[in-house]
């Protein structure tokens, strides 16, 4: 069996590097169950952050004994009353927030219907120890058409994917395009990108109807930042950038997400995962500013503008790389082409520069011109 060929050059393709490109599929099929699974399979609550209200001996001794039965699933503290229990849960500082007095327990199953599913069953066991009825408040329930309360999921993933995608294809076909005009572009399709998801979800299935502009401004980092990232570590790795940037935004990144499952269900390795990933900070601003009405985003928007920021600082490490400037490199490439299609000529006449006399005689020319001379005497 013959190894193939490079299309129009003849060369013939190791079978060596064949077998080591069929390595990264295999690692797909390795790497995508092992997050996956790892971080969603068996979803269990790990220091879930739960309050219990009141200030009374009483409330106190009710989260002595939930956080003694709970251990390391549960981080249990106090609050003095529901007005301040209310707006933890909607500022998403708290999963819950029970009333020993009263049987109310505070929850918002549009941040993950599993948490609060999870919490209202810690806290039913207390109330029936306690022999008080337990109310359930639901303060924010998912949109009528997102009954999971994870649509918003496929915006960040369609973004994310998208903008890793645009800058891998500049990385293979836009080898002699000028940074600035990548850039240009990335910017251009982040907005195209942004309309396009919002008229999906916002337009043609209606999942939501408020919070457009936010979201979209949302989507359109997720893109940007996903796509610089990519360029700058392409610019450094070359093709073994592809394994690079799946591995961040798609096989770590979209488990560590939190928005399939619940961070405070998921072990503690997706927890710090969903804490330092771009993912973790798209998720959390997404349902912050589609159902919490942008409560505590401001460090998600960190988060996110670091890895823009390290993007930016990888592309320069990798400008570092090269003499050259993304200017000059599409017309050293035609040189070197030109080089290669035209080996007889004499190297210097690959090189001329764009500034010199257009009336000069080339270096081929003059070889030729001292040829003839000798030949005539």
């Known amino acids: 069996m013959s190894s193939p060929q490079l299309p129009g050059t003849g060369t013939r393709i190791p079978t060596t590097i064949i077998l080591v490109a069929m390595l990264f599929p295999l690692f797909m099929a390795f790497a995508y169950p092992a997050s996956y699974v790892s971080a969603m399979h068996q979803p269990a609550p790990h220091e879930m952050k739960v309050e219990v209200i009141g200030t009374a001996d009483a409330a106190q001794q009710v989260a002595r004994q939930v956080a003694a039965k709970g251990g390391d699933a549960l981080d249990v503290s106090t609050v003095p009353d529901a007005a301040a229990a209310r707006e933890d849960v909607m500022d998403r500082e708290t999963r819950a927030a029970f009333d020993p007095a009263t049987g109310d327990l505070f929850v918002a199953t549009a941040g993950g219907r599993q948490a609060a599913a999870t919490a209202q069953g810690v806290f039913q066991q207390v109330a029936a120890q306690t022999g008080t009825p337990l109310k ?168 996110l503008a670091t890895w823009l920021l390290l993007g930016a600082g990888l592309l320069w490490l990798a400008s570092l790389r090269s003499p050259h400037s993304g200017e000059d490199r599409g017309a050293i490439a035609d040189q070197v082409e030109h080089a290669r299609k035209h080996p007889d000529e004499p190297l210097l006449a690959a090189y001329d520069s764009d500034d010199s006399d257009d009336d000069a005689p080339s270096a081929s020319q003059r070889g030729r011109h001292r040829a003839q001379e000798v030949k005539h005497a």
């Not at 999971?148 to 496929?154: D, V």
């Not at 998801?197 to 996903?226: C, E, K, N, Q, R």
């Open 136 to 303: 359930v408040n639901d303060l924010k329930k998912p949109a009528a058409k997102d009954t999971l309360g994870i649509a918003y999921m496929y915006i960040m993933t369609a973004c994310v994917t998208a903008g890793y995608v645009t800058s891998t294809m500049l990385g293979n076909l836009g080898k002699g395009m000028r940074l600035r005009s990548k850039l240009g572009l990335i910017g251009l399709l982040s907005v195209v990108a942004a309309v396009l998801t919002m008229g999906v979800t916002w337009g043609f299935y209606g999942v939501y109807d408020s919070h457009l502009v936010p979201a979209g401004l949302v989507a359109m980092g997720a893109y940007i930042t996903a796509a610089v990232f990519q360029l700058g570590v392409g610019g450094l790795l070359g093709q073994a950038a592809t394994i690079v940037g799946i591995t961040v935004f798609v096989i770590l990144g979209i488990p560590a997400s939190g928005v399939a499952a619940s961070p405070d269900l998921m072990p503690g390795f997706f927890q710090v995962l969903h804490r330092m990933l771009p993912t973790g900070a798209i998720g959390e601003l997404l349902q912050r500013v589609i159902y919490f009405d942008g409560h505590g985003a401001g460090p998600w928007i960190l988060l």
